[in-house]
């Protein structure tokens, strides 16, 4: 009834030593910072994998309108379904997080950061809170931090109100300052036109964990892991039907076997990668390899044994979907709606292959249509099921094709 | 509304905005800590918050409206979240859902006529891994079985009043 450490592996965080990566930006000009994060290829770990020194770059370079300050957001909103990394990671090593952040700000020239933590999370906050004040005693937060002369950077938390949508950066943004979180247009991105429209660096937390590695050891170790086109490791979050579920530290490239096998779950019937906004791989696929080049994710795997009805699968992810839509744009709002109800035929045996074939498309539609990553990416998960176990699903129509 | 009730209520969002400051950005942190002290968000304490930071009232209304955890109508003393997304439904969500309803006598979207408990789903909590997940007001419980709700329900009641926090309808 009481939670408990969902850490599995020993995770390479355990062996930095404290501040060492914050030591190590202290003594670099920001741009060689920059240049160490661009050498060691990280890519974002929240899911969308674009490359961190690249996105620093632009922040660096944008100007700052007369009066305007820069700004470094965490990103904790975490709540892509059968994702909880970023919670073990808040929990245990909260000061590799914020000393990421401190080295952000360092980098791009901000002095103000922001943890934007989701409001399911609120217990985890007098923890966090307790950390900030330590960091600031420390003179690791504050005034001419670590007593480097005019760099000042300190953190403040704010708290999501229970909206998935709100991990999307720019809604997190509008959510930052007081709106609805529902996502803008992009261009302009946050680098530029961010919180309260000063140029803005929205990171992951295991993003800004690994930075702070990153300046402790060197790109180049960083990316001796991982393969050519992702480097270095990654946490993962696992659920569902296996043993041991919990939280895995793997070096991307890993394939869905190798992992399955890590964590009790070798004779799974089907693999959801990346949580509901991902894609489902049935056990022909296994060999496939966990990487931004093959399956990308953000780190949620969920396991299905295989006893599984997988069109229930699909049906809770599209519930999800259409409790989470913002409703700002059609084809995501209306849409999602639409392939409940035809996921709801299929259930109940009355969906022709005419009918489905319309749903197939208005996915189609959906993903290239809506506004915002969550309804571009909320039909894979339906269309990937469709695909590789029709057989299962189309067994109970009634109208024969 | 009594006109002290009303005087009170206008005092303490008063504070709040002294505390938070009068930019828009201010609005959500004050709007969280008005729905911690108060279980809802009356259209009062919309309309004096509004003219506090100088926003029409419509613009707190769309604010309030939009999340999960901001509410207008009055919510229970303790709040039940129970994730109802895949993994904690693999893990056997359904049970646990039907035995809260049972022993708390209400279903999902309601609250007990005494004001006490209020019973919802929440998606995904990052409990997953320890599924069936259930936050309560601020407190998470894991690997929930149906046996445990009752015992769940009673730590609430004992707490009530020592822990709860003080509940005044705005
Ligand atoms: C619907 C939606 C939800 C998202 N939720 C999260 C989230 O909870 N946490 C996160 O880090 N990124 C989330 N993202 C991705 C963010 O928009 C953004 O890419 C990320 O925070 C950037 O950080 P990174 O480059 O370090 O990964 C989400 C994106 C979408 C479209
Ligand atoms: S795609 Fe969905 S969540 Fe994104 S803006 Fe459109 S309605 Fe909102
Ligand atoms: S699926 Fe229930 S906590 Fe994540």
């Known amino acids: ?401 | 509304m009594l006109v002290g009730q009303q005087q009170r209520l206008s005092d303490e969002i008063r504070g709040l905005v002294e505390r938070y400051g009068r930019q828009r950005n201010a609005l959500i942190p004050i709007l969280q800590e008005l729905h911690a002290a108060h279980a809802s968000i009356s259209d009062f304490a919309m309309q004096v918050v509004a003219d506090e930071l100088g926003i029409h009232p419509s613009e707190v209304y769309g604010v309030v409206t939009f999340y999960q955890f901001l509410r207008r109508e009055s919510q229970g003393r303790f709040v039940f979240r129970l994730c109802r997304t895949i993994s904690c439904d693999l893990a056997g969500k359904a049970r646990v859902a039907r035995q809260l309803e049972n022993d708390l006598g209400i279903g999902f979207g309601q609250t007990s006529a005494d004001g006490r408990f209020s019973l919802e789903w929440a998606s995904c909590l990052g409990m997953c891994d320890q599924g069936p997940a259930l936050l309560v007001n601020e407190k998470v419980y894991t690997r929930v079985t149906p046996e445990q709700v009752h015992q769940i329900i009673e730590e609430c009641k004992a707490t009530f009043g020592a822990h709860a926090r003080q509940v005044a309808h705005a």
């Open chain 1, 1 to 401: 009834m009481t939670p408990v450490s969902s850490k599995k592996t020993p995770f390479t965080f355990d062996s930095i030593e404290p501040e060492s990566g914050l030591k190590a930006a202290l003594g670099k000009s920001r741009a060689d910072i920059i240049a160490e994060i661009s050498a060691s290829n990280l890519r974002g770990r929240g899911g969308a994998g674009f490359p961190t020194g690249t996105k620093w770059n632009l922040a660096a370079a944008a100007k700052v309108p007369p009066g305007g300050r820069k700004f470094v957001v965490c990103n904790a909103d975490e709540g892509e379904p059968g994702t909880f990394k970023d919670r073990v990671i808040l929990t245990e090593y909260a000061d590799l997080v914020f000393e990421g952040m401190t080295i952000a700000g360092l980098a791009i020239g901000a002095a103000d950061g922001i943890l934007y933590l989701r409001g399911e999370y609120l217990y985890l906050r007098p923890h966090l809170e307790g950390v900030l004040a330590r960091r600031r005693a420390a003179n690791l937060l504050g005034k001419n931090v670590a007593g480097r002369d005019g760099f000042d950077f300190d953190i403040r938390i704010q708290m999501g109100s229970g909206a998935y949508v709100c991990g999307e950066e720019t809604a997190l943004i509008e959510s930052l300052e007081g709106n609805r979180g529902e996502p803008r247009n992009r261009p302009p991105f946050p680098v530029d036109t961010g919180f309260d429209g000063q140029p803005t660096v929205v990171n992951n937390v295991e993003t800004l964990a690994w930075v702070a590695c990153i300046l402790a050891r060197s790109g180049q170790w960083f990316k001796s892991a991982g393969t050519a086109k992702s480097a270095g490791f990654k946490l993962f979050s696992v659920s569902g039907d296996c043993t041991a579920p919990g939280v895995y530290e793997f070096p991307l490239g890993v394939t869905v076997q190798e992992l399955l096998d890590k964590v009790g779950g070798s004779g799974a019937k089907a693999v959801q990668i990346g949580g509901a906004s991902g894609h489902c791989i049935p056990a022909s696929e296994f060999s496939r390899r966990i990487a931004f080049e093959d399956i990308a994710t953000g780190g949620s795997i969920i396991v299905f044994g295989p006893g599984r009805d997988m069109l229930t699968v699909a049906k809770n992810f599209m519930e999800f979907f259409v409790e989470e839509s913002c409703g700002q744009c059609t084809p995501c709002r209306a849409g999602n709606a639409r392939l409940l109800e035809g996921i709801e035929m299929l259930e109940r045996g009355e969906c022709s292959m005419a009918y489905l074939r319309e749903l197939l498309g208005l996915c189609e539609t959906m993903q290239v249509a809506s506004k915002c990553g969550l309804g571009q990416s909320s039909p894979n998960a339906f269309m990937s099921i469709l695909k590789h176990f029709r057989d299962e699903i189309m067994g109970r129509t009634a109208v024969a094709h």
